[in-house]
Structures are given as C-alpha cells and as structure tokens.
C-alpha cells in the first residue's frame, strides 16, 4: 500500500498535469461556447505551467529540500560500511550489459573514493529491479565499483529495495547479520533528510554525507525566463516533497 501509495502521488503531484489539464479543459469549454470559464481555466493551466518553469521557483524548491542536510561523517574515516542508496542507473538508458549513469552518479563516486581511501571497509549497494530484462541496481553499482579496483568482497549487494524504506529494512539486516558497528550513508543532499528518518526508524543512526548538490544557493542562477528545463526540475523538487508527505504519513 505504501509503495502503491507513493508512486500515484508520484504521478499527480506533477506541474505538468496541473498546467496542461485546466488548459485542456479551458479549450473544451471554448469550444462549447462557455467563453469566460474556458478563458479561465486556460489562464491558470498556463500561469501555472509558467509559474513552475521560472528559475526562481525550481531554485528555491531545490534549496528547500537541500537546506536541512548535515554532513557528520568523521574525516578520518574508519567506518565498517558505508551505505550507497540506489537511484543512480537510468532504466532506460542501460543494457543488460551497461549501465547508463542519472544524474544522482556522484552518489557513486564518493563511494568509490571512500572505499579506495580506506574511510570505509565494506559498502553495502542498495537497489531493487529497474525494469524486466535488466540486472538490479544493486548489481551494476557493485559491477561498476569491481571494475574501479574495489574488491568484490568488500561489495555487499542489496538487490530487493524498491524505495527508500526499503532500502533501509534491508540494509538493517545486512548491517546486523554482519556485526557492522558503524555506519555512514551516502546519498543525494536533497534525498537525505528522508533517508535519515526511514534508517532512524528500523533503528539505525548513520553518520551522513550528502553530495550531489543541486541548488546551494539560488541567487547563483542568472536566468530569469521559464524554460522546461526548470519544469523538469521543479516536478523532481516535487516529487521528493510528496515524498516526505507519504513517509510522514505512515509512521
């Protein structure tokens, strides 16, 4: 149900069908002959189309969801594992042979780096099926890291996680089967917040790092006119919100 749940607000909870939709209607009703709503609603389809295009709005919703992530992972390293939360490999880009890297890939490369410096001796990969025909996430991210120098025993797969409550109820049991004692979690700093909660509430408390920054501060931004681009960006921001509504929700 949870899951369920939070993929039709996935869905609905997207600026494009709030713009397009009161657009399309405001058409019908022109057509019909009912002038002033027909002109009323496609007012309202377009503002909000534009409203959620603008630069200044895709920006500040970005900054919203980045602003409460904290990094507390130790510098000098030492952790038994660190967590590597999927999201990483577009489905539809990659092969059963080669991943096609999205744009959360930093995830993956701070990993390597932990690893390969020695702050981290095991990673856990978390990731679920992308889509029938494909490996999991989880195995092309421990491909991926096996192909960097990363010794295959030192890659734990998490192949099951379909979402972020997912991933840590699983990542709980590998970490206690394991003996792992600390734990530091590494996923994108708009993602985090939620990450954050979902491990609190199967009993963990990770150290964390953010990475993959999108707005850090949205007076950088030049451009002032609505581009899809930003509409894009703006149903992402979006869609992470509803996420934090679905979790809250549930708990």
């Known amino acids: 149900m949870f899951f369920f749940l939070s993929k039709t607000l996935d869905l609905l909870l997207d600026p494009w069908w709030w713009g397009v939709g009161p657009a399309l209607a405001g058409v ?33 919703l970005w900054a919203s969801l980045e602003g409460d992530a904290r990094d507390t992972s130790r510098r000098d390293g030492g952790y038994d594992v660190v967590v590597l939360l999927g999201g990483v490999v577009a489905s539809f880009g990659a092969t059963a042979e080669e991943a096609a890297w999205g744009d959360n890939v930093e995830r993956l490369t701070v990993t390597f780096e932990l690893l390969r410096t020695g702050r981290a001796r095991y990673v856990i990969v978390s990731g679920g099926t992308l889509r029938e025909g494909l490996p999991t996430e989880a195995a092309y991210l421990a491909r991926q890291l096996e192909a960097w120098g990363i010794e295959p025993e030192r890659v734990i797969q998490e192949p099951s996680a379909r979402n972020t409550l997912e991933n840590a109820k699983s990542s709980k049991a590998l970490i206690d089967a394991r003996g792992f004692r600390s734990t530091l979690l590494v996923t994108s700093a708009f993602h985090l917040p939620r990450a954050v909660d979902c491990f609190r509430d199967v009993g963990l408390e990770p150290d964390t790092l953010p990475v993959d920054y999108r707005m850090r501060d949205p007076a950088f931004d030049s451009h002032w006119l609505p581009r899809a681009a930003y509409l894009e960006q703006s149903a992402a921001a979006l869609r992470e919100l509803a996420g934090r509504f679905v979790y809250r929700l549930r708990r």
């Open 28 to 60: 019908v009703l022109l057509a019909v002959g009912r002038r002033r709503a027909g002109l009323a609603l496609a007012a309202v389809g377009l503002g909000t189309l534009t409203l959620f295009s603008a630069p200044a709005v895709s920006n500040r």
